[in-house]
Nanobody, 126 residues
Framework: QVQLVESGGGLVQAGGSLRLSCAAS????????MGWFRQAPGKERLFAAA????????DYADSVKGRFTISRDNAKNTLYLQMNSLKPEDTAVYYC???????????????????WGQGTQVTVSS
C-alpha cells in the first residue's frame, strides 16, 4: 500500500509562488499516474493537475493551466506541483493521489485514485 505525504504548503501573497512535494513510500511509485486535487473551504474536492506514470503526459484544470506545473522524480519517489502567479482563489487544501491501476494514464476523476495524502494547506492573501 503506497503512502503519500504532502509538504510545501503555506501562506503567500497574491502573485507569489510555492512548490508542493508529495513523497511516496511503500509501493512502486514509478508504475502509477499521479494527480493533485484541491479543496477550498465548504467546497468539493476538485482536480488540479495530473501526470502519467512516466512523466511524459500532463493534464491541467483550466483554472491553473499556464500557472501550475506538475512533475515527478521517479528515482526519488516524489511528485511536485510548482505553483506560480498564485491568486486568492487558489487557497485550498492540496492533496496528492495515486491512480488505482498501474500503467494507466492520468485522470481528472477522483474515483480513479485509490491512495491519498493528508493534504497541505495553501493560503494566498490578496
Amino acid at each position: 500500500q503506497v503512502q503519500l505525504v504532502e509538504s510545501g504548503g503555506g501562506l503567500v501573497q497574491a502573485g507569489g509562488s510555492l512548490r508542493l512535494s508529495c513523497a511516496a513510500s511503500g509501493g512502486t511509485f514509478r508504475s502509477y499516474a499521479m494527480g493533485w486535487f484541491r479543496q477550498a473551504p465548504g467546497k468539493e474536492r476538485l482536480f488540479a493537475a495530473a501526470i502519467s506514470w512516466g512523466g511524459a503526459s500532463t493534464d491541467y484544470a483550466d483554472s491553473v493551466k499556464g500557472r501550475f506545473t506538475i512533475s515527478r522524480d521517479n528515482a526519488k519517489n516524489t511528485l511536485y506541483l510548482q505553483m506560480n502567479s498564485l491568486k486568492p482563489e487558489d487557497t485550498a487544501v492540496y492533496y496528492c493521489a495515486k491512480r488505482a491501476n498501474p500503467g494507466s494514464g492520468s485522470s481528472r476523476y477522483s474515483h480513479d485514485y485509490d491512495s491519498w495524502g493528508q493534504g497541505t494547506q495553501v493560503t494566498v492573501s490578496s
